[in-house]
C-alpha cells in the first residue's frame, strides 16, 4: 500500500482543517488506518485510528472531541478533521495503514505516508 497525505498548512487557534491521506495498491478496506504526528524534538504520538468498516475510531484524550477520523473505502481515502486547532497541535502529521496489532501502537502499522506539516499559530 503506498499512502499520499495532504492537506497541511498554516492556520490560527481555534481554526480547523482536513487531512486526507490517499492510498494505493492493495485493497483499501481491508486495512486498519490512523493517523500520528510528529512535532519537532518530540516521539512520534498516535493522533486517531479508525477500523476497516469506519464504525470503531479511537483518540487519545488530547484531541479527543476536537479531531474525527473517517474513511471512504470506495475512494481508498482516510481523512482526520481537526477543529479547535491549538498551538500544541503543530506537527508533521503522518497517516499509516496496518491489517492488525493494536490500533494506538506505531509499531503495528506497516505502511506510512510521507506526512504533512501542520502549523497553528497562537
Known amino acids: 500500500v503506498q499512502l499520499q497525505a495532504c492537506g497541511g498548512g498554516l492556520v490560527q487557534a481555534g481554526g480547523s482543517l482536513r487531512l486526507s491521506c490517499v492510498a494505493s495498491g492493495r485493497p483499501f478496506s481491508s486495512y486498519r488506518l490512523a493517523w500520528f504526528r510528529q512535532a519537532p524534538g518530540k516521539e512520534r504520538e498516535f493522533v486517531a485510528a479508525?477500523?476497516?468498516?469506519?464504525?470503531?475510531?479511537y483518540y487519545p484524550d488530547s484531541v479527543k472531541g476536537r479531531f474525527t477520523i473517517s474513511r471512504d473505502n470506495a475512494k481508498n481515502t482516510v481523512y482526520l478533521q481537526m477543529n479547535s486547532l491549538k498551538p500544541e497541535d503543530t506537527a508533521v502529521y503522518y497517516c499509516?495503514?496496518?491489517?492488525?496489532?493494536?490500533?494506538?501502537?506505531?509499531?503495528?502499522?506497516?505502511?506510512w505516508g510521507q506526512g504533512t506539516l501542520v502549523t497553528v499559530s497562537s
Open positions: 479508525i477500523g476497516w468498516s469506519g464504525e470503531n475510531t
Open positions: 499509516a495503514a496496518a491489517q492488525s496489532g493494536l490500533f494506538r501502537a506505531a509499531s503495528s502499522y506497516n505502511y
